[in-house]
């Protein structure tokens, strides 16, 4: 079976997102290319000076399996960032402890709170919100609510 990993866009933030999520999943930041480090390509078009010190691809472990991946969007280089709620990262704790661990770090200055921590009736705790660099995140512990 493929893994499944996360890949975040962002609009000029990235670094500090990812230093972010590097505390809160206490994982070191690996892997950061920034659009500087590009080599120049005959034909190709000059960086941008707004793109200048912006991270290309950056990446994280939040597990042994699975990775948390990121860049900032620069228009020219691939698109424009366009935040929604059309996709969620769900993290399904193992424990009430990490659940609220987790809540606690990732909801902090959250823009939107959707739902805080608590019961709900196919979850033990749940919550879900947008943080502050515009993703949206799920935290689930089923713990007593298995489903059938």
Request: glycine letters at 8%.
């Given at each position: 079976m493929?893994?499944?990993?996360?890949?975040l866009?962002?609009?000029?933030?990235c670094?500090?997102?990812?230093?972010f999520?590097?505390q809160?999943f206490?994982?070191p930041?690996t892997?950061?290319?920034?659009?500087d480090d590009m080599?120049a390509e005959?034909?190709?078009?000059?960086l941008p000076?707004?793109?200048?010190?912006?991270v290309?691809h950056?990446?994280?472990m939040l597990?042994?399996?699975?990775?948390?991946?990121?860049s900032?969007?620069v228009e020219g280089?691939?698109?424009?960032v366009?935040?929604?709620?059309?996709?969620?990262?769900?993290l399904?704790a193992k424990?009430?402890e990490?659940?609220?661990?987790?809540?606690?770090?990732?909801?902090?200055?959250?823009k939107i709170?959707?739902?805080?921590?608590g019961?709900?009736?196919?979850?033990?705790?749940f919550s879900?919100?947008?943080d502050?660099f515009?993703?949206y995140?799920?935290?689930?512990?089923?713990?007593n609510k298995?489903m059938g």
């Amino acid at each position: 079976m493929a893994k499944i990993h996360a890949y975040l866009n962002f609009d000029g933030t990235c670094k500090q997102a990812f230093e972010f999520y590097a505390q809160v999943f206490n994982s070191p930041v690996t892997g950061t290319y920034l659009y500087d480090d590009m080599p120049a390509e005959p034909g190709s078009p000059a960086l941008p000076e707004h793109a200048k010190g912006k991270v290309m691809h950056t990446s994280l472990m939040l597990n042994d399996t699975t990775m948390l991946m990121g860049s900032d969007v620069v228009e020219g280089f691939g698109g424009k960032v366009i935040n929604g709620n059309a996709t969620y990262i769900m993290l399904d704790a193992k424990d009430a402890e990490e659940a609220r661990a987790l809540y606690q770090a990732l909801a902090k200055d959250a823009k939107i709170l959707e739902m805080e921590l608590g019961e709900t009736f196919f979850a033990e705790l749940f919550s879900s919100f947008e943080d502050k660099f515009g993703i949206y995140w799920m935290i689930h512990f089923e713990g007593n609510k298995k489903m059938g």
